[in-house]
């Protein structure tokens, strides 16, 4: 989800790579839970989140629980995301004392906040792909005070951090193309045709949740490039 706003008024205005120390450790937190709620649909989860999520849960996206997984349009894309409780409107995974219950395989929207992602593009004419990325401080978003500094790559918990940044890049650049193509293309019925392929094809067909999760990625990721020239 692209987000109109500068730098300069949502964060310290640095941006830092995985092996830097960040102002981000909330070494105060009581488990407020406050990331948690008021999210909308802004929790986007991707391929692997769903993977992880099946693994954790045996939640598959084939049949998503209302009150836990729903499916919206973003930016011209079906993506899925996690669904706030209509009668609180906290997180669908919240357990009853407002502790995350799926926190081990918890999503990696969940293991950024509140970083963010600055995608930078090598040509500036380029606007379709970038080529790296960088992260910065969402300074307006978590309430916890005296937050302590912590090394990125250890806040964010992600195993294989280097092979997972690679992959955030290519699922970036791969929905940026297909947002380009929805925008251009004048066939509804050719927009509804790449997004019920890419739901099913990333989402909603099964993962072997007993094999690498990259691999199957890349095999399913080459084969959406090649069915729409993305």
């Known amino acids: 989800m692209k987000r109109q706003v500068s730098l300069e008024e949502i964060s310290d205005g640095r941006l830092y790579s995985r092996r830097d120390m960040a102002r981000v450790g909330c070494g105060g937190c009581r488990g407020c839970s406050d990331c948690c709620r008021g999210m909308g649909k ?3 989860l991707d391929p692997l989140d769903v993977y992880r999520l099946a693994q954790g849960t045996g ?3 084939d049949a998503p629980l209302p009150d836990k997984l729903e499916l919206n349009v973003v930016d011209g ?4 995301n996690l669904a706030m409780n209509q009668e609180n409107d906290a997180c669908g995974f919240l357990d009853e004392e407002g502790r995350c219950s799926i926190h081990p395989f918890r999503p990696g929207i969940c293991r950024l906040f509140p970083l963010g992602r600055y995608y930078v593009t ?3 004419r380029e606007t379709q792909s970038a080529s790296s990325f960088r992260y910065f401080i969402q300074v307006h978003e978590c309430p916890a ?3 302590t500094k912590v090394r990125i790559e250890k806040w964010l918990e992600q195993p294989e951090l280097a092979r997972y940044e690679a992959y955030i890049l290519k699922w970036h650049n791969f929905l940026a193309r297909a947002e380009v193509f929805v925008r251009e293309e004048a066939s509804e019925d050719t927009v509804k045709d790449l ?3 890419l739901l099913n094809l990333f989402f909603l067909k099964p993962y072997d949740l007993t094999q690498d999760f990259y691999g199957q990625f890349e095999e399913r990721l080459e084969m959406a490039k090649e069915l729409y020239s993305l």
């Open 77 to 80: 894309i079906i993506l899925p």
């Open 145 to 147: 005070p005296n937050k």
């Open 59 to 61: 939640l598959s996206m």
């Open 122 to 124: 090598a040509d500036a």
């Open 42 to 44: 802004s929790a986007i």
């Open 195 to 197: 997004n019920l392929c």
